[in-house]
């Protein structure tokens, strides 16, 4: 069966980046849709960003767009999240999943399996 590992998430500061990582065992990651979503604080968990099998479309959050970006390596079976330019608005436990795209969709992408997350902390 499917399991995603995410990794990457620490305290960073205001204006920093960080990369995060999915890696994707017991299945080809090439079989999936692979995207992040992230649950801040006391908040419900939302969409972030996906990605289709082949890189050949991405969808992001609207007010994200622009500051994340969102790749995969089928070749190492990972997917990768780039966060640019933090704020303390986006400290959050961030998911990665997998799935497949629904073209229109809110979220994109239909949800398969759920990875365990990794904590990011933005704060002076």
């Known amino acids: 069966q499917v399991q995603l590992k995410e990794s990457g998430g620490r305290s960073v500061k205001p204006g920093d980046s960080l990369r995060l990582s999915c890696l994707v065992s017991?299945?080809?990651?090439?079989?999936?849709?692979m995207g992040w979503f992230r649950q801040a604080p006391g908040k419900k968990r939302t969409f972030v960003a996906a990605?289709?099998?082949?890189?050949?479309?991405?969808y992001y959050e609207e007010t994200l767009k622009g500051r994340f970006g969102i790749g995969r390596d089928n070749g190492r079976n990972t997917a990768y999240l780039q966060l640019n330019r933090l704020k303390p608005e986006d400290t959050a436990v961030y998911y990665c999943?997998?799935?497949?795209?629904?073209?229109?969709?809110?979220?994109?992408?239909?949800?398969?399996?759920w990875g365990q997350g990794t904590l990011v902390t933005v704060a002076s």
């Open positions: 999943v997998a799935g497949r795209i629904i073209e229109g969709g809110n979220p994109p992408i239909a949800l398969d399996k």
């Open positions: 017991g299945r080809a990651m090439s079989d999936y849709a």
């Open positions: 990605i289709s099998w082949n890189e050949g479309s991405t």
